[in-house]
């Protein structure tokens, strides 16, 4: 910026020869400023806990032995739906069915795009009987469904970001139903292995926050599933291990809201570093059958 100019009136020296000192140019202080994000109103599917127990123990989480209140489950799952609710986001309920208790985890049920469904095929035979409940209500809901020959767990292991679906494989759906999945959708599917029992759905080591953006937990992905986020998401979101151990990774974002277990407090603190709106919520009954948040939510993408 120019030297201002002497006020009138004010005594000038005899002209010299100005020798302005060495200046080392210095950048202004810059404010980080995390880019802005948008919510989008979202449709979602939902089943209530009505028979919610722990029969039986298919993945790391469930303990037979564990009491399972489940009044409380019923509780937490109605404030999650309230939650929605107030974001001004539409929830459909499923009508849950007697003698199966994980029905609950609705996202497991399929996916659902545009007008079609890809029904899931169950990797347990415990669950098997709540794809012919999905299909039903899909059917009901106008949707033209599809079954695949291998085994898929719906949004469990298949997660939309923006026009790219993330496919997960390797303890719950066979990689080789990803092609049928693709076929069905039109869809571009990325494959992404999972190593880390204890993160047996991909949604339960991933996030997608937005169209562009994901948070993940390194440890439950392959060296080649690592390699293949970090090429797609240079900006992804590296969540630490306290977080991943109480699902805090099973969320559900409209863009900017990201609702999400309350127990994964540095999570909360990362996306608010990132310009997201973090909600926590308490569904620790639903943890005790390995779900939560995401598990219980089954988005329906137009």
């Not at 106008?142 to 719906?154: K, L, M, P, S």
């Not at 298949?158 to 959708?185: K, M, P, Q, W």
Request: aromatic residues 8%; charged residues 20%.
């Amino acid at each position: 910026m120019p030297d201002a100019a002497p006020a009138p009136g004010t005594a000038v020296s005899p002209a010299r020869t100005a020798v302005s000192p060495a200046r080392t140019a210095v950048s202004p202080a810059r404010t980080a400023v995390s880019p802005a994000r948008t919510a989008t109103n979202r449709h979602y599917a939902m089943t209530a806990p009505e028979f919610f127990t722990v029969e039986y123990a298919i993945n790391p989480w469930m303990d037979t032995t564990a009491p399972v209140d489940t009044a409380l489950a019923l509780s937490q799952w109605d404030a999650l739906r309230r939650v929605y609710a107030d974001l001004g986001h539409t929830v459909d309920l499923v009508t849950p069915r007697t003698g199966l208790p994980d029905m609950v985890y609705a996202a497991n049920g399929g996916f659902l795009l545009g007008d079609t469904a890809v029904v899931a095929r169950f990797a347990y035979p415990q669950r098997a009987s709540e794809a012919d409940a999905y299909a039903e209500w899909m059917t009901a809901a106008g949707y033209r469904t599809v079954f695949t020959d291998h085994i898929n767990e719906g949004q469990g292991d298949l997660l939309l970001v923006g026009s790219n679906l993330l496919a997960g494989y390797g303890f719950r759906t066979d990689r080789r139903a990803h092609g049928e999945i693709a076929a069905a959708t039109g869809l571009d599917v990325t494959s992404l292995e999972l190593v880390d029992p204890r993160f047996y759905h991909l949604d339960t080591a991933l996030a997608v926050l937005d169209d562009s953006t994901i948070a993940y937990y390194a440890p439950a992905f392959s060296d080649d599933a690592r390699r293949r986020i970090g090429e797609l998401f240079g900006d992804a979101i590296e969540v630490g291990s306290a977080d991943a151990y109480v699902l805090g990774l099973n969320v559900v974002s409209d863009g900017r809201h990201v609702v999400m277990p309350a127990a994964a407090t540095g999570f909360a603190d990362q996306l608010r570093r990132a310009g997201f709106e973090p909600i926590g919520v308490d569904l620790s009954e639903l943890l005790k059958g390995g779900g939560s948040v995401k598990c219980c939510t089954l988005e329906r993408y137009p």
